[in-house]
């Protein structure tokens, strides 16, 4: 009898432990302790246990009886509790989370400005494809057919079939090919700012594979060198501020002549020479006067028409500006969150 009272008194308590609502420990409650329930039972069996025996066992069940309702009561307070503080945390009023905001990528950032800039002196900015033909990358660039520039500029040609007159297919190596597709509409003057996405098959400190460039072309009458360089002095002061300093020096470009190369002083370590820069200067980009037979490619008369381009990096910019201290180009795609969300 005495075993019998143990393994019940067990299995009452774990079964009020595993209740998860108030309704459910009623039941426990009646099937324990109501009027059939298992202790009442046993208690009505006291009148057949020997005389001797019976006040032990009879007070062995009521101290039982005593324990499950104590149980029961505990666990009734613990429930009312929980319920109360699932309610509360649906509270409406309570101040929420605030979802974090995003914000334009860097490059975004200085495409943006760089627009502005030059849109405040009267170029428009204009979009090309970037998949393009062989003739506005190069031909029409007057690059002739076997001319080593295709492999230069590491271009990465598509597998499909050429076309008749414009050739092979790939990924624009360089925003010139906008020039051709400007000039060609034949509207004079021309004042073009062409921003795209540029692909070449390198990677290190300050190449990637895909970067932007942005291109100027300007044509028309009596352009010369010196709007050339009076628009990229405005450009250097007015992206990079007063205490960068620039040169030209002379270049080879196949669709300008004379052509230069920009360079501007490092911002990293401000002409000393460091990692990124190695003598103190970083390329910005190409430039010079467009070719006459880039012209009459387009079917512009050269003798009544000049003009100037500039095709620079977007990244490269960037990188060079004042506090922007990047000394690895590739940072700027590698999803780095915590390095973007100082932009
Ligand atoms: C050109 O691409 C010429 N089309 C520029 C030009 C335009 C010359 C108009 C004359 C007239 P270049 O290969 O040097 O030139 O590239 C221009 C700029 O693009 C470089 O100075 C650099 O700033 C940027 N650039 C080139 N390759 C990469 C690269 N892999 N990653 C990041 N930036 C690059």
Redesign the pocket.
């Known amino acids: 009898m005495e075993e019998k009272l143990l393994s019940i008194k067990n299995n009452a308590i774990s079964l009020i432990l595993e209740t998860k609502s108030v309704k459910e420990l009623e039941e426990i409650k009646i099937q324990f302790l109501g009027r059939n329930g298992e202790i009442t039972k046993l208690l009505k069996e006291l009148p057949k246990i020997s005389k001797e025996e019976r006040p032990k066992i009879g007070s062995i069940a009521n101290g039982l009886k005593n324990i499950i309702e104590e149980a029961i009561s505990t666990r009734e307070t613990t429930l009312k509790k929980t319920k109360v503080i699932t309610s509360r945390s649906f509270d409406v009023t309570e101040p929420g989370i605030r979802p974090a905001l995003g914000h334009l990528h860097p490059v975004t950032q200085a495409i943006r400005e760089i627009t502005s800039i030059f849109t405040q002196i009267g170029f428009t900015r204009v979009r090309y494809p970037e998949i393009e033909w062989d003739w506005y990358a190069f031909t029409a660039l007057n690059f002739p057919q076997n001319h080593p520039a295709r492999d230069d ?1 590491e271009t990465f040609f598509i597998k499909q079939q050429p076309d008749e007159k414009k050739g092979t297919v790939l990924l624009t ?4 090919s906008g ?1 051709i597709r400007e000039m060609e509409k034949g509207e004079l003057p021309i004042k073009m700012l062409n921003i795209a996405k ?1 692909y ?1 098959r ?2 290190d400190v ?4 895909m ?1 932007h ?1 942005f ?1 100027g072309l300007v044509v028309g009458e009596n352009i010369a060198i010196s709007d050339l360089k009076g628009t990229l002095n405005y450009f250097v002061k007015s992206y990079f501020g007063e205490n960068r300093i620039s040169r030209i020096r002379p270049y080879h ?1 196949q ?2 002549e004379p ?1 230069f ?1 920009i360079d501007i002083s490092c911002g990293v370590c401000l002409g000393k020479g460091c990692r990124l820069c190695k003598e103190g200067w970083l ?6 006067m467009v070719h006459p037979n880039v012209l009459k490619a387009c079917h512009i008369d050269p003798e009544k028409y000049t003009g100037f ?5 977007v ?3 960037l990188m060079m500006k004042d506090g922007i201290k990047i000394d690895d ?1 590739r940072i700027l795609y590698s999803n780095d969150l915590d390095f973007l969300k100082q932009f």
């Open positions: 500029w190596p360089h925003t010139s020039q540029t070449r390198q990677s300050s190449h990637t594979p970067f460039q291109e470009f669709f300008t052509s190369e390329e910005l980009g190409g430039a010079g381009a500039f095709g620079w990096g990244e490269r910019v180009l």
